[in-house]
């Protein structure tokens, strides 16, 4: 399997780098799983290469400014090579700063091709989900599997995902 992680990290994303940072840790110590990250704003950076400690990859990488989720995952297509044993993990608030074109386009391609898609919306400190409901409720439409929850229930739900 391969597990393409795409990660959020415009300004509004502050309160969620932990819980992103987490889920990336537990994503790289699953045996038998390639896996993929890449770290975004409006810039793009591929970090697949430096995840011997995504933890602290993650934290040490701080973007921060604004969002343009379309053009990460557009990037993000560039790893799929086998459609039927790839997941796509978009964490982000789905607030896209950019037209939504580009990312709705992206997602129908993964869709199409099968790519298993799933979107963790933003926590806060509180683990309170925070996100944009209209971006998140149309990728769920174009076949996103959409869901707020702390890295402790996503382990669970990646198992239900790969099966």
Same mark, same amino acid.
């Given at each position: 399997?391969?597990?393409?992680?795409?990660?959020?990290?415009?300004?509004?994303?502050?309160?969620?780098?932990?819980?992103?940072?987490?889920?990336?840790?537990?994503?790289? %110590?699953?045996?038998?799983?390639?896996?993929?990250?890449?770290?975004?704003?409006?810039?793009?950076?591929?970090?697949?290469?430096?995840?011997?400690?995504?933890?602290?990859?993650?934290?040490?990488?701080?973007?921060?400014?604004?969002?343009?989720? %379309? &053009?990460?995952?557009?990037?993000?297509?560039?790893?799929?090579?086998?459609?039927? &044993?790839?997941?796509?993990?978009?964490?982000?608030?789905?607030?896209?700063?950019?037209?939504?074109?580009?990312?709705?386009?992206?997602?129908?391609?993964?869709?199409?091709?099968?790519?298993?898609?799933?979107?963790?919306?933003?926590?806060?400190?509180?683990?309170?989900?925070?996100?944009?409901?209209?971006?998140?409720?149309?990728?769920?439409?174009? %076949?996103?599997?959409?869901?707020? =929850?702390?890295?402790?229930?996503?382990? %669970?739900?990646?198992?239900?995902? =790969?099966?």
């Amino acid at each position: 399997w391969t597990v393409v992680l795409c990660v959020d990290q415009s300004g509004s994303m502050t309160d969620s780098v932990i819980h992103s940072a987490v889920m990336a840790a537990i994503l790289c %110590g699953l045996p038998g799983i390639t896996v993929k990250m890449v770290l975004f704003d409006t810039s793009i950076i591929d970090v697949s290469d430096r995840l011997t400690d995504p933890l602290d990859t993650l934290l040490s990488v701080q973007l921060g400014g604004g969002t343009n989720i %379309g &053009r990460a995952v557009t990037y993000c297509e560039d790893f799929i090579e086998d459609p039927n &044993r790839t997941v796509f993990a978009l964490i982000s608030d789905f607030a896209e700063g950019a037209s939504p074109r580009a990312l709705y386009a992206a997602l129908a391609r993964m869709a199409e091709a099968r790519v298993r898609m799933i979107g963790l919306v933003a926590l806060d400190e509180q683990s309170t989900p925070f996100f944009d409901p209209n971006i998140a409720g149309k990728a769920a439409d174009i %076949g996103m599997q959409v869901g707020a =929850m702390t890295p402790d229930k996503f382990a %669970g739900w990646l198992a239900e995902i =790969m099966t």
